[in-house]
């Protein structure tokens, strides 16, 4: 059975920590990006998702939101995945990911989001 509680590395070496699964299967955490951000304007960043139902999925999908703490500028990231098990009992999440980046106007709209 998967679950997300627990320190995360990606192999990008960004770390999530996930607190605590609530009983709604709500979870919060903070995440901070590996060397491979390039950004020493970084900070640790809160999270917050919601993950499937182990009862319903044993290998449950999962989403979770991170509003960066930068200096000089505002972006959210999505991510959405599913957390595997394999024979050996070792977790691995999958995920893919939209980064939205706050523009000054319409105008500049299309190069927002990544």
Excluded: I
Aim: aromatic share 12%; net charge negative.
């Amino acid at each position: 059975q998967c679950l997300l509680s627990g320190s995360w590395q990606s192999d990008t070496s960004s770390r999530m920590v996930v607190f605590t699964l609530e009983k709604d299967n709500r979870f919060s955490g903070f995440y901070l990006p590996g060397p491979a951000a390039g950004n020493s304007g970084l900070l640790t960043s809160p999270l917050e998702g919601s993950q499937q139902d182990t009862g319903l999925a044993p290998q449950p999908t999962f989403s979770f939101t991170v509003n960066w703490q930068l200096r000089g500028t505002a972006r959210t990231t999505v991510f959405l995945g599913q957390c595997y098990v394999d024979t050996n009992g070792e977790e691995t999440l999958h995920a893919l990911w939209l980064l939205r980046e706050a523009k000054d106007s319409p105008a500049e709209d299309w190069k927002a989001t990544w």
